[in-house]
């Protein structure tokens, strides 16, 4: 039987375990695959001893979890990979080791499940001559190469869920209520919870905030006899003139830094400017956690037995995708390339402020 090996990279994301479930069981019942699972992200690959085989069996039950059974990490690419020396910490291309263990698993193709950086690594190691499939996950929506990701209406759902529980309390005491959320530089996850879960004003990365406009607003609900508001403020967004707020310099491993903290500084505003009770929620890795939405096990086991119909006809260096409600494929260079942001005239953001709600201008 052909070989085929999977790994996930990069920050978990509800749904991979139904892409690998999709994998294995097409790899099964369909094209006659064995699949070979790879722990740890491209690191299964850099050291011995870190794969197991895979079956219909195996994997059972795995649909409805969360994260991955076949772990993850965001330090494992092969061409910079950080390793010990006498004592002393280096960065090594470590590529080589990649291929030599590929051959000795006897693999004839790879599905890399991961975020940008994973897919890079994917591509990298396409050039130098590695039969791989990648298949694209971040809940933060924001690769322009497939109009949705698996994991996004999942974190969705989290976050809306997070604010009807917001919405009571916040009632219940006269309080505003600020939920931060993730998505780096996109705004979707806050947009779409925020319409989904009633919130009042909405700030994201993609429109720079007046905080004065967000006061505004929540001064009006009072007047009008709405004694609390709800702000949902996505975790990249910045004010008009300003920068993000960052935590810590070049984090997830891209060179990027990790963003956090726009929530509080947003609730004090608020605080300051109306004098209302305020509180700041900061919903964190709870968006990336929990069980996967119908929605994201339909779309993941969809990815998933794509990849594995790709591997069996060898169609390598390209990336799953959706497109419309086809599921399709993209170069595995173009995917890396571009992201996608919540466009200006979006339906979504016409529709926001058509209800009211304040998007900090
Ligand atoms: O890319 C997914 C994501 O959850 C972002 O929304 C967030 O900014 C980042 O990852 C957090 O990364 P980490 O888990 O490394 O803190």
């Not at 998933?304 to 119909?309: E, I, L, N, P, Y």
């Not at 060898?314 to 399709?328: D, N, P, S, Y």
Request: one cysteine or more.
């Amino acid at each position: 039987m052909p070989k085929v090996g999977v790994l996930t990279g990069g920050g978990d994301c509800p749904g991979l375990n139904a892409v690998i479930r999709g994998v294995v069981k097409s790899a099964e019942a369909k094209h006659g695959w064995q699949v070979i699972g790879i722990e740890d992200s491209f690191q299964g690959l850099i050291l011995p001893g870190k794969t197991r085989e895979m079956n219909a069996f195996r994997i059972r039950g795995i649909l409805p979890q969360g994260g991955t059974i076949l772990h993850s990490s965001n330090r494992a690419n092969p061409f910079e990979y950080p390793t010990e020396e006498n004592g002393k910490q280096v960065v090594r291309d470590v590529s080589d080791q990649v291929f030599v263990h590929f051959k000795e698993l006897g693999l004839e193709g790879l599905v890399a499940i991961g975020g940008d950086g994973t897919n890079r690594i994917a591509a990298r190691l396409f050039d130098k001559g590695l039969p791989v499939v990648g298949v694209p996950k971040t809940i933060d929506n924001d690769l322009r190469a497939t109009d949705v990701t698996f994991g996004f209406n999942s974190a969705v759902t989290t976050a809306m869920e997070a604010l009807d529980k917001l919405h009571t309390t916040a009632d219940s005491h006269h309080r505003v209520i600020v939920m931060e959320v993730m998505g780096r530089y996109a705004g979707w996850i806050a947009l779409e919870s925020g319409i989904a879960g009633g919130a009042d004003a909405i700030l994201i990365p993609e429109i720079p905030f007046d905080i004065k406009a967000v006061c505004d607003k929540v001064r009006h609900r009072v007047e009008k006899g709405a004694g609390f508001s709800l702000v949902v403020v996505a975790e990249g967004a910045r004010p008009k003139g300003g920068e993000a707020s960052v935590v810590t310099e070049g984090g997830k491993g891209k060179g990027l830094p990790r963003l956090g903290g726009i929530g509080n500084k947003v609730g004090d505003q608020i605080a300051d400017d109306t004098g209302m009770d305020v509180r700041v929620t900061v919903l964190g890795h709870i968006q990336r956690g929990g069980s996967p939405t119908a929605y994201d096990r339909i779309l993941a086991t969809r990815f998933g037995a794509k990849a594995m119909a790709m591997v069996a006809k060898g169609e390598f260096g390209r990336m799953v995708c959706l497109k419309g409600q086809t599921i399709t494929s993209v170069p595995i260079h173009e995917a890396i390339t571009d992201y996608k942001y919540v466009p200006l005239d979006s339906g979504l953001i016409l529709t926001a402020e058509a209800i009211g709600i304040c998007l900090g201008r």
